[in-house]
């Protein structure tokens, strides 16, 4: 089955830090962008980083610049989403997913791209609580 398996939530204390890890099976990413996105509870699902092909592009909603960074390892089939300065907020269900590098440079790492996305994982759970 070709999707991929986030790891690394878990529950933290506002202004914690998680680093959070989406590893793909069954296919290889190097060709793709990659998004991470999140559920809150009674909200849909959000976008809030992607990342090219080649890693040398990246992207982040507004409430997430200078607190969360995306990478990827390439050679291990995997992206990162670090996390810092956690916010109750950000409480959420974290999910990644695959988009071509034309998709992505077109616009899809938005709220109306969601579409554009693929391979999606079961997610892993965030919660920020004190």
């Known amino acids: 089955q070709l999707q991929f398996v986030e790891s690394g939530g878990g529950l933290v204390q506002p202004g914690g830090s998680l680093t959070l890890s989406c590893t793909a099976s069954g296919f290889t990413t190097d060709r793709y962008a990659i998004g991470w996105f999140r559920r809150a509870p009674g909200k849909g699902r959000e976008v809030v980083t992607c990342i090219s092909s080649s890693g040398m592009s990246t992207r982040y909603i507004d409430s997430v610049k200078d607190r969360f960074t995306i990478s990827r390892d390439n050679a291990k089939n995997t992206v990162f989403l670090q996390m810092n300065s956690l916010k109750p907020e950000d409480t959420a269900v974290y999910y990644c997913?695959?988009?071509?590098?034309?998709?992505?440079?077109?616009?899809?790492?938005?709220?109306?791209?969601?579409?554009?996305?693929?391979?999606w994982g079961q997610g892993t759970q965030v919660t920020v609580s004190s």
């Open positions: 997913a695959a988009t071509s590098e034309s998709a992505y440079y077109g616009g899809s790492c938005a709220p109306t791209g969601l579409g554009d996305f693929a391979y």
